[in-house]
């Protein structure tokens, strides 16, 4: 029995480890194609984060920015979400405070190629520093922010 609890233990190690790096390497891929420049930066803000309310996988992300934004300086752009009321309402059925810019019509977006939601940019000095789409997990956050 413990040989099989072993065996079966490596294989989700394994298989974790392998998942792991394919989401890396698509999503440094699908990151390419971003056009973000220095301008989404310019004001200061260490983690700028495209998501929008009908995206699923921002429903996960979303709270993983809102506890960073206690510790860094963060700018959300909310795309093609509907009207400002309708994002504060989603913001406060999920208890999220994070500060929201509303691109209505997605212009911001798309004028930096953002297409894929959720979309994270970070600044250092006021500089593109690293940009990543998907989730990303709150240690992921922490760390891409410390180097």
């Known amino acids: 029995m413990k040989r099989k609890i072993k065996k079966y ?3 989700i190690i394994g298989f974790s480890i392998v998942l792991v790096i394919v989401t890396n390497i698509i999503s440094f891929y699908r990151a ?8 989404i930066c310019s004001d200061g803000s260490d983690i700028v984060y495209f998501w929008a309310t009908w995206c ?7 709270p993983n920015i809102d506890f960073i934004a206690k510790y860094y300086k963060v700018k959300t752009i909310a795309v093609k979400s ?3 009321t309708k ?9 999220l405070e994070f500060p929201v810019l509303n691109d209505e019509k997605g212009s911001i977006a798309s004028r ?5 939601f959720p979309t994270i940019v970070t600044c250092k000095d006021k500089k593109v520093h690293f940009s990543d789409v998907g989730y990303t997990s ?4 922490f760390i891409r922010q410390w180097f």
């Open 9 to 11: 233990f490596k294989e």
């Open 82 to 84: 509907g009207s400002d």
């Open 56 to 62: 699923p996988v921002c429903k996960v992300e979303s």
């Open 112 to 116: 930096l190629g953002v297409y894929i």
């Open 32 to 39: 390419s194609s971003l056009h973000v420049n220095d301008e």
């Open 87 to 95: 994002i504060t309402n989603y913001m406060q059925k999920h208890h």
């Open 138 to 141: 709150t240690f992921g956050l």
